[in-house]
């Protein structure tokens, strides 16, 4: 015979206890899950260029990027180096050649990372915007390669 607790038998509250603990799971697995879909959403960075009146001149358009280093006088120097997409590459050509002599600014979620005067065109797709050290290279390219294209 089994033991009755205030009214309630012992399985059914074992029962109980059960499926609570089974919602909680649930509760705790979905929110964890959606804690991460935000995280994801919030990665997305935006990438843009500038003229020297701070007129827009392109925006996205990257395809890779990624740390490289370079020794320099004993010294490792850390660069971002930068490949846009075919359309983007094209479109960059067009704004160096159209602002030669003059400086562009390149933009990453509204903090100026690279402002460089335009000497020659720039027809191959690629840049490279220095990076303080390794820490702040990874993070610039991790935050390029999220951006919007």
């Given amino acids: 015979m089994e033991k009755e607790n205030n009214g309630i038998k012992s399985s059914t509250l074992i029962k109980i206890i059960v499926i609570l603990g089974i919602l909680m799971a ?31 001149l392109m925006q996205g358009g990257i395809d890779t990027a990624e740390l490289v280093t370079d020794e320099k006088d004993g010294q490792t120097v850390y660069r971002v180096k930068v490949n846009f997409t075919d359309d983007a590459a094209v479109i960059f050509e067009n704004i160096t050649e159209l602002n ?33 050290d390794e820490d702040h290279g990874k993070e610039l390219a991790f935050k390029l390669k999220n951006t919007e294209i």
Avoid: C, H
């Avoid at 979905?30 to 990665?43: G, L, M, N, P």
């Avoid at 990438?47 to 007129?55: A, C, R, S």
């Fill in 26 to 56: 649930l509760i705790l697995g979905w929110k964890i899950f959606s804690d991460k879909q935000e995280a994801k959403r919030e990665e997305i960075y935006a990438f843009y260029i500038t003229d020297e009146d701070q007129k827009l």
């Fill in 100 to 132: 030669l002599n003059r400086s562009i600014q390149f933009y990453l979620d509204d903090e100026m990372i690279l402002s460089s005067p335009i000497n020659e065109v720039i027809a191959n797709g690629q840049i490279y915007i220095p990076a303080n």
